[in-house]
C-alpha cells in the first residue's frame, strides 16, 4: 500500500525563509520539526492507495487540470487545535477561492475512487513542526509573541502533485509520483 496525498509546492525563495525561520525556533521546544523539503500546502490527504491502483488515481486527478492559475500567500503563525493544546505548528496560507475549489474538486474526485471525503472544512497550511506532548512551549510561546507580523511572501500556484509519504530514519519522506497543471 502507497501512503498518498496532494499537495501545492512551496517556491525556493519561500522554502528558503521558512527553514530560516524553523532553524531559529528549533531550539526552543523538543517538538517534531518539519524538514524544509516537505514544506508543502495539502490540499487532500488519500492515505492507503493499492499500488495496483496508482495509474486510476492519476487518471482521476488528471480531470483537475485546466482551472488556471492563482496566488497565495503565506503568512501568520498558529497552531491546530490551539495554542493551548497544540498538535501542529503551522505558518497560514491564504489562496484566492480557487485554492479551496482545488481542494474539493480533489476532495470530489477522490471520493469517485472509494477515498473518504473530508468531514473538515479546507484549511490551507503549511505544517512546521508535529507536537506529541504540548507542554514545554513557553519558550516557543513567549518568542512567537514577541515576533513581528509573520510574512514569507507569495507565489503565483501553477500546479499539484500527487505525493508519496515514506517512513525514513528522520521522519517522512514526501515524492511527487504526478505533476498536474492547473
Same mark, same amino acid.
Given at each position: 500500500?502507497? #501512503?498518498?496525498?496532494?499537495?501545492?509546492?512551496?517556491? %525556493?525563495?519561500?522554502?528558503? #525563509?521558512?527553514?530560516?525561520?524553523? +532553524?531559529?525556533?528549533? %531550539?526552543?521546544? +523538543?517538538?517534531?520539526?518539519?524538514?524544509?523539503?516537505?514544506?508543502?500546502? =495539502? =490540499?487532500? /490527504?488519500?492515505?492507503?492507495?493499492?499500488?495496483?491502483?496508482?495509474?486510476?488515481?492519476? +487518471?482521476?486527478?488528471? =480531470?483537475?487540470?485546466?482551472?488556471?492559475?492563482? #496566488?497565495?500567500?503565506?503568512?501568520?503563525?498558529?497552531?491546530?487545535?490551539?495554542?493551548?493544546? &497544540?498538535?501542529?505548528?503551522?505558518?497560514?496560507?491564504?489562496?484566492?477561492?480557487?485554492?479551496? &475549489? @482545488?481542494? *474539493?474538486?480533489?476532495?470530489?474526485?477522490?471520493?469517485?475512487?472509494?477515498?473518504?471525503?473530508?468531514?473538515?472544512?479546507?484549511?490551507?497550511?503549511?505544517?512546521?513542526?508535529?507536537?506529541?506532548?504540548?507542554?514545554?512551549?513557553?519558550? @516557543?510561546?513567549?518568542?512567537?509573541?514577541?515576533?513581528?507580523?509573520? $510574512?514569507?511572501? $507569495?507565489?503565483? &500556484?501553477?500546479?499539484?502533485?500527487?505525493?508519496?509519504?515514506? %517512513?525514513?530514519?528522520?521522519? *517522512?519522506?514526501? =515524492?511527487?509520483?504526478?505533476? /498536474?497543471?492547473?
Amino acid at each position: 500500500m502507497l #501512503r498518498l496525498f496532494t499537495g501545492i509546492a512551496v517556491p %525556493p525563495a519561500i522554502n528558503l #525563509r521558512l527553514d530560516e525561520l524553523v +532553524q531559529r525556533l528549533k %531550539p526552543l521546544a +523538543q517538538i517534531r520539526w518539519s524538514p524544509a523539503s516537505n514544506f508543502h500546502i =495539502t =490540499t487532500k /490527504f488519500i492515505g492507503a492507495w493499492p499500488e495496483e491502483r496508482l495509474d486510476a488515481m492519476k +487518471q482521476a486527478l488528471a =480531470t483537475l487540470q485546466g482551472g488556471g492559475s492563482f #496566488r497565495i500567500a503565506v503568512r501568520g503563525l498558529g497552531f491546530f487545535p490551539n495554542a493551548r493544546a &497544540a498538535r501542529i505548528f503551522w505558518v497560514g496560507v491564504e489562496g484566492d477561492p480557487a485554492l479551496t &475549489a @482545488l481542494a *474539493s474538486r480533489t476532495d470530489q474526485a477522490c471520493a469517485k475512487l472509494g477515498v473518504e471525503a473530508e468531514k473538515k472544512s479546507f484549511s490551507p497550511h503549511l505544517t512546521l513542526a508535529r507536537i506529541d506532548k504540548p507542554s514545554g512551549l513557553a519558550a @516557543l510561546h513567549e518568542t512567537l509573541a514577541r515576533e513581528p507580523a509573520a $510574512e514569507f511572501g $507569495e507565489f503565483e &500556484a501553477s500546479n499539484f502533485h500527487l505525493y508519496l509519504s515514506s %517512513p525514513g530514519a528522520r521522519g *517522512s519522506i514526501y =515524492t511527487s509520483l504526478a505533476e /498536474f497543471a492547473l
